[in-house]
T-cell receptor, first 112, second 113 residues
Framework: GAVVSQHPSWVICKSGTSVKIECRSL??????MFWYRQFPKQSLMLMAT?????????EQGVEKDKFLINHASLTLSTLTVTSAHPEDSSFYIC????????FGPGTRLTVL | DAKTTQPTSMDCAEGRAANLPCNHS???????VYWYRQIHSQGPQYIIH???NNETNEMASLIITEDRKSSTLILPHATLRDTAVYYC??????????????FGDGTTLTVKP
């Protein structure tokens, strides 16, 4: 199956700063990628659909100005958490695929 | 997307078969049933998927009822490393919203020695 990487795997930042998370496909070209967020002991929640060359589609309740998504190429999508706050601390996961979805290893964000 | 319901938790003895049920009574004709598992602090791992026929691969078997309203994931010989949260998801894999998944709470499977 496709190999999906995320960078960084974990990050700690101060409140008010912005953090960029990369989702990269190493062997697969994806016009669509998905971003999820997972809080402790909870399931994955879809945040947005990242579309190559066009604007992302956000799920209800997800602020598009806070979670900036850029899908500039078929192998890379980035999620930027702007002006991060402690409540943004979570596990962020991306996925992509044609048939089955392949998930990245996740990025753990801790905002102090 | 169709909603799925799964038992919150299950235990299984090491070496025995683990049978994980899933209900997806509102599944549409063009939606597939996918199973993933997630080990703590990792991304979900694909296990198996199917449309209406039973499927088997090196990891597991998937049994889908004839009316497609429920399915069962079978791990034939569970090991301690199979302890994880197992998610049953339904989604289309072609067309509009292909790949867009709604995760339920999953089943926490604990394999005991």
């Amino acid at each position: 199956g496709a190999v999906v990487s995320q960078h960084p795997s974990w990050v700690i930042c101060k409140s008010g700063t912005s953090v960029k998370i990369e989702c990269r496909s190493l062997d697969f070209q994806a016009t669509t990628m998905f971003w999820y967020r997972q809080f402790p002991k909870q399931s994955l929640m879809l945040m947005a659909t990242s579309n190559e060359g066009s604007k992302a589609t956000y799920e209800q309740g997800v602020e598009k100005d806070k979670f900036l998504i850029n899908h500039a190429s078929l192998t890379l999508s980035t999620l930027t958490v702007t002006s991060a706050h402690p409540e943004d601390s979570s596990f962020y996961i991306c996925s992509m695929g044609h048939n089955e979805q392949f998930f990245g290893p996740g990025t753990r964000l801790t905002v102090l | 997307d169709a909603k799925t319901t799964q038992p919150t938790s299950m235990d299984c003895a090491e070496g025995r078969a683990a049978n994980l049920p899933c209900n997806h009574s509102t599944i549409s004709g063009n939606e597939y049933v996918y199973w993933y598992r997630q080990i703590h602090s990792q991304g979900p791992q694909y296990i198996i998927h199917g449309l209406k026929n039973n499927e088997t691969n090196e990891m597991a078997s998937l049994i889908i009822t004839e009316d497609r309203k429920s399915s069962t994931l079978i791990l034939p010989h569970a090991t301690l490393r199979d302890t994880a949260v197992y998610y049953c998801i339904v989604f289309k894999n072609v067309g509009t919203n292909a790949g867009k998944s709604t995760f339920g709470d999953g089943t926490t499977l604990t394999v005991k020695p």
